[in-house]
């Protein structure tokens, strides 16, 4: 394994979530911080990421990055600011916050669903590049009941209002073609509601399921959020290795 390189203490302490950096060099300043049980007054100082260190005698833990998946409600803006609506990292405590996450992929202001946020700007580039091919699933009830011949548009790659044409895509309508899921291999501006419309019908309600096999923990109510496991860091990494036809 390659070592993790030192890291001036300020800054890992930062890096744990508990302080802003500001906050931890005062921290430190005051002697509340203790690396192997012994205080460090000089935020400078290099650090051991291993090491224990602890604030206020609680041990605290540096991560380099954070991945979440968050259930988006409706009504905000999967981006990390806008002045006039609220957006997904205002669902997020502070320590959070300052932790430099954007959202991996987006959803619009009334979609609802799976979202991933990373503080990791080269896993949140591989996530969104239209080359990674990564397969996304989404629930969708649509106004009136997806016309006969909707699966094979979707299956041979829908022509939008635009002319732009879309990867093949799967669709799975439910037996009254009220609802139905879609699974796409690209990330078109509101391409799923576009794509039913080429298809003949419009989409009055969407929720996104899964991601690269990653799927919306059951448990998060819309706006909870949680980290994602090792398991599912993995299960992404391998899907964007593959191409979304395959996968699909
Ligand atoms: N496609 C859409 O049309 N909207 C979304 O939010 C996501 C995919």
């Keep these: 394994m390659i070592p993790m390189p030192e890291l001036r203490l300020d800054k890992l302490l930062a890096g744990t979530g508990a302080l802003s950096r500001s906050e931890a060099k005062k921290a430190i300043r005051e002697g509340r911080v203790c690396v192997e049980g012994t205080p460090v007054l000089d935020p400078s100082a290099h650090c051991d990421p291993a090491k224990t260190v602890t604030l206020d005698g609680t041990p605290v833990h540096w991560q380099e990055h954070l991945y979440l998946m968050m259930n988006k409600p409706g009504g905000v803006l999967s981006v990390t600011e806008d002045k006039h609506a609220p957006t997904v990292l205002d669902l997020l405590p502070p320590e959070l916050r300052r932790r430099n996450l954007s959202p991996a992929g987006r959803l619009d202001k009334d979609s609802e669903g799976l979202l991933l946020l990373t503080s990791d700007g080269d896993f949140c580039h591989r996530v969104i590049s239209p080359r990674s091919g990564i397969v996304k699933e989404y629930y969708i009830e649509v106004l009136h009941p997806f016309p006969a011949g909707a699966e094979e548009l979707f299956r041979r790659g829908a022509v939008l209002e635009d002319g732009t044409v879309c990867l093949p895509a799967r669709l799975e309508a439910s037996e009254d073609r ?71």
């Excluded at 989409?203 to 919306?216: D, E, T």
């Design 178 to 248: 009220l609802s139905a899921r879609v699974f796409l291999s690209e990330g078109k501006y509101h391409q799923v509601k576009r794509m039913a419309l080429a298809s003949g019908t419009r989409v009055a309600y969407l929720k996104r399921l899964s991601v690269g096999g990653v799927a919306l923990d059951p448990a998060l109510a819309p706006g909870q959020w949680r980290e994602l496991t090792a398991r599912e860091r993995l299960l992404l990494s391998d899907n964007l290795h593959k191409s979304g036809m395959e996968a699909l």
